[in-house]
């Protein structure tokens, strides 16, 4: 792996300490690192018990003309002591389109969800909700097409429609293997309150009518607790999302108060040939973060998700419930310190825990502010 790294910092110190390049480019580069340590293993969980790194960021972002932006982000990821160099985002972005059109091209986070387009280094607590680990790998990220527009309305209102390879989803043969569709709608309710609501659709064509299992490790699941092929670990054809965030601060200051309110409904279908109706997966999850005072942060989230695992032509079901209690200390805007205790409780799985675990999660160069 080690050999991996040699060619992207060398190009990358390249176009820092060229004189020509730097001032011709003039890229914000920044960098997220995270790290943790961990008690004990839980169910579907991406951190190792111990020691950890965590999604440590690399990325390079920078205006080209006045028509177009480009982005690259790579993430380095630690698992069973090896390292992993990935390559999360890498797109290229139009600005200024006329009727409020967007179009990006390339790898980047998809939009589904209220979560998933968001860097994991921006989230509340140590690890996604359950449903999220389960159904979209944390974090669903391809290769694709995305075109967004926003409608000339007087509250905010997004559309969008994506279509990606999927073979960071799922495996299979398709060109074209995931499409997407999500609408948001959000507005001010007064100086102190703001609101947010999106559905999202994901079709998954990977799915193939002959496929059995989806390319899921259940050993590797029971006895570890996570799976390292950084996609999802139970698909289906279709997966449907709805969101709905809530935000209050005092006079709209957020910088020296903060109640977040968000919730999300996921649920997939057509699991494989052998499917009926009553095999499906489905989860949510209700988050509270209390940002009450400038540098702390306090919040509690509740979870299930209930799965259908895949054993020929039929089905095992699996339940996990967890509740997430974290407290945050943010020095500023750069740097986290975040404890957080997680408490599980499984059917089906052999290895549900709680566990505490400490995390830091800094970054060094720009930092632009993070998304609603």
Do not use: C
Not at 97 to 117: D, E, K
Not at 285 to 306: K, L, N
Request: proline share 2%.
């Amino acid at each position: 792996m080690l050999n991996r790294i040699v060619p992207f910092t060398a190009l990358s110190l390249a176009l820092l300490t060229s004189g020509a390049g730097a001032n011709e480019l003039n890229p914000d580069v920044s960098l997220t690192l995270d790290g943790h340590y961990k008690q004990n293993d839980t169910v579907l969980s991406h951190r190792e018990q111990g020691f950890g790194l965590g999604h440590t960021e690399l990325s390079l972002s920078s205006p080209i003309d006045d028509l177009f932006s480009g982005r690259l982000t790579t993430v380095f990821e630690e698992h069973d002591g090896e390292s992993e160099i990935l390559i999360e985002e890498a797109y290229l972005q139009t600005n200024g389109l006329p009727l409020g059109l967007n179009v990006r091209a390339g790898r980047f986070l998809s939009q589904v969800g209220y979560l998933n387009g968001r860097h994991m280094h921006e989230d509340d607590f140590v690890e996604r909700p359950a449903a999220y680990r389960a159904l979209l790998g944390s974090h669903y990220y391809d290769t694709g097409l995305r075109l967004n527009a926003l409608l000339p309305t007087p509250f905010y209102w997004q559309i969008g429609a994506e279509a990606f390879s999927g073979d960071q989803l799922s495996e299979g043969t398709e060109d074209i293997g995931v499409y997407t569709l999500n609408t948001r709608v959000g507005g001010d309710l007064s100086a102190a309150q703001s609101w947010q609501a999106g559905l999202s659709y994901l079709h998954n064509r990977q799915i193939s009518v002959d496929e059995e299992d989806h390319g899921h490790d259940h050993d590797l699941d029971d006895e570890h607790g996570h799976d390292h092929s950084h996609g999802a670990s139970y698909t289906g054809e279709n997966l449907y999302i709805a969101d709905v965030v809530w935000k209050w601060s005092p006079n709209g200051n957020t910088r020296e108060q903060q109640f977040t309110l968000s919730a999300e409904y996921l649920y997939a279908d057509d699991l494989n040939k052998f499917a009926t109706s009553d095999d499906y997966h489905e989860g949510w999850y209700v988050s509270g973060v209390h940002q009450f005072a400038p540098q702390w942060s306090a919040g509690i989230r509740y979870g299930e998700v209930d799965l259908r695992e895949a054993h020929g032509d039929h089905f095992h079901s699996q339940r996990l419930k967890e509740t997430d209690v974290m407290l945050a200390w943010s020095r500023s805007h750069f740097s986290t310190l975040r404890l957080q205790y997680t408490h599980q409780s499984a059917t089906g799985f052999s290895n549900a825990d709680n566990t505490v675990a400490l995390q830091y999660v800094v970054s060094l160069g720009a930092h632009g502010a993070h998304g609603y």
